[in-house]
């Protein structure tokens, strides 16, 4: 073995997590599959980052609405350098967003900006906040060049115009094209597991992640997943810098369940990633992630700022599903077979439908993987309303 | 004032009906409307595979269709039999649209380069280097290339040579395709300005400021400029100073470009509608969701408008009806090219089609 560390992570699985308190099962509800031990291959650090997940602030997590952000599906790029300005130095007690940005960024560092582009345009991170961030970076003294705005497929990038509209001399990368292109992937960084008798069973963590990047800042979104539960800050790192996960998924089943916290411990990943800043300015309560059906998309105009994950995925889990439960729509902890479809364009129509058991669970299994707080009652949830 | 001509390409003329020489086949974007609307396609004359994702436009020209693809090559390919001529390995990804000048292709490249490439032998004439990514395809007029690119500036360099004549910072990065007309050049800007410059010196001659970004590729109609912006509207310029003259809202942005044909313009949105507006006046003639997400431009057939967004679709030009639709070649930023009775199509998973 090189300097390569391999470990098999201890995680507990869906099943496991289900007995251990969450919800419980309704007469109707399906018994799952019990995930398989997961392999992980990764890169050994001399030291870990006290930044990495869950960072400086485990369990704080700032929450910034303002209606003024969100008007007719356009965002308002002044309203929301407001937001983050307020964010930051409400996380960091510090009195500037600059000031609050040296708290996780160095001149010298090499920042990646992992945006979520699935669903775009309808819902992606919104290219407005991406400036704004690129502009709080760039006020810590990182040059322009060493900014590197980043997601997996370059197609949905395309779709959401990042590369058009970012500032001029700002790196956007995407690490793959089609579905089988493994050339942008570290070959000795990988997750290892079979879930359903698949042909390849590793999925690897991208080289910009792996070896290009010194911190990362995670740019989710807010939205419902068909398979996950929700996707958001873990599951943007998660699947957002290993490939070939799809595999997790044979439907109606997924194991995103633990692969989404395992993924996340992995070296350099969970070190790198300092900072999380969720676009809430569009809420996708059913038909994540690639929904363009706006009968879904709520615009909530809200920012969230956290070195959190498991914290701010947990109070996105509450709202989302509370939304669906406002909507008539099952909670995204029902597993019954009813509700199930295999037919797409059913799932896109009716909230009542999904594609898969969905595994909201992930998040606090990734608690207990250490990536940070997944109990409500120890988060600190620190509420601004603009306007 | 200056006037777009529709039926010909002024200095660059195509050597026959069929051939497409740039994005929507000439440089006046009139997307081929000469050409024959077509049946539904029966049947694929030819099918390859390049072996990498192809996320632009081919061009044509005297049987030989160019694609350039994320692999980083330009690929010349018979269209009598789909056997490829030759290739071109440029320095990295391309997803710049190829444009014919003369016997040269010329593309951008993400390695910040613009190649000029020899459309008989596949060997470099040129190149010329930017400090960013080129998306944008080269458009040649009066021997002269202009070009954008990542790096926030328009470049203009001698189209035999790549001698650089001028180059003129602008306040965003450039993915919109200039629009080259007898002296002067208009382009859309990541910063959300549209901008005139003089296509001798680049001086910014006018600039008007749209509500956000643009990587729609601009079209003159007689003294109306045409152009999509981010900020969801479709925008009409007066040409001569930048004047907005009507503006027409859309559901999301728009980044697909326009088709010109007489009086009307056809141009999709990311909300999935095409939209047939009068040039004159920006009236709503109709609007057809085609896809969920529309970023290409459509073309023109004679009586027909043909759009790949999740497949290929045909409209009826004068109603938006849809006429048919194939359920093959993907694309975010590919187009059609029709000659005579067949449609040629590249895809995101690096397909070229010969349908008729």
Known sequence: MDRRTFVRRTCIGSAGLLVGGLPALGSNEVVLPVAPPIDVHEAPLAKKSQLGMPGLFPGRVVEIADRRSIVANRVSQPIVHDMLERGLKELTGESSAQAAMTKFIEPKDVVGIKINPSGAPACCSSPELVREIISTVRSVGVPARNIVVYDRFGDEMDQGSYHAVLPPGIRVVNIQDGLLDASGYDANVYCQASFFGEWETRSYMASVVANGLDKIINVPTFKDHSASGVTGCLKNVAYGTFNNVARSHVAPYTFTNPLIGVMCTVEPLRSKVVLNIMDGMRMVWHGGPLTQNQEFIYATGLLMVSTDPVAMDTIELEAIDKKRLEQGAPSVWEHKASSITTDNREFYQDASKNLFYRQPGHIAAAGKLGLGVSDMKQIDHRRLQIS | ?356
């Not at chain 2, 030989?64 to 330009?74: E, F, K």
């Not at chain 2, 109609?221 to 007066?238: E, M, N, R």
């Not at chain 2, 040039?279 to 790949?308: E, H, N």
């Open chain 2, 1 to 356: 004032m200056e006037m777009a001509n529709t039926s010909s390409v002024p200095d660059v003329p195509a050597v026959s009906e069929n051939d497409w020489i740039t994005l929507l086949k000439d440089n006046s974007r009139s997307g081929g409307q000469s050409a024959a609307a077509l049946p539904s396609p029966g049947k694929a004359r030819w099918q390859m595979r390049v072996g990498s994702s192809i996320r632009t436009a081919p061009v044509l020209r005297e049987g030989t269709l160019y694609v350039t693809s994320i692999g980083g090559h330009l690929h010349a390919i018979q269209t009598d039999s789909g056997r490829l001529k030759w290739k071109f390995k440029a320095g990295r990804a391309i997803y710049s649209t190829p444009s014919l000048n003369g016997a040269n292709v010329l593309f951008g490249c993400d390695d910040g380069k613009v190649y000029a490439v020899n459309g008989e032998s596949g060997t470099k004439v040129w190149e010329t280097a930017t400090e960013g990514q080129v998306w944008t395809s080269p458009v040649v007029r009066q021997g002269v290339a202009f070009f954008g690119s990542a790096d926030g500036h328009m470049y203009a360099v001698e189209a035999q040579t790549g001698k650089q004549r001028w180059e003129q910072e602008l306040g965003g990065r450039v993915y919109s395709t200039a629009y080259a007309a007898e002296k002067k050049i208009y382009v859309g800007c990541g910063d959300g300005q549209v901008h005139c410059l003089d296509s001798a010196t680049g001086k910014i001659l006018w600039s008007t400021l749209t509500g956000n970004g643009i990587d729609s590729s601009p079209a003159l109609v007689g003294d109306t400029l045409l152009i999509g912006s981010l900020d969801f509207y479709v925008y009409a310029l007066d040409a001569s100073n930048g004047a907005v003259r009507w503006k027409y809202e859309t559901g999301l942005g728009v980044s697909s470009s326009p088709a010109v044909s007489g009086e009307v313009t056809v141009i999709g949105s990311k909300d999935g509608y095409l939209y047939a507006l009068e040039i004159a006046t920006g009236k709503l003639r109709w609007k057809t969701r085609a896809s969920q997400v529309i970023t290409a431009p459509a073309v023109f057939g004679d009586s027909a408008i043909y759009l790949q967004s999740g497949g290929v679709h045909a409209l009826d030009a004068g109603t938006g009806n849809m006429l048919w639709r194939a359920g093959l070649a993907s694309g975010v930023q590919n187009v059609p090219v029709i000659a005579g009775r067949t449609m040629y199509l590249t895809s995101n998973e690096g397909e070229v089609y010969a349908l008729e």
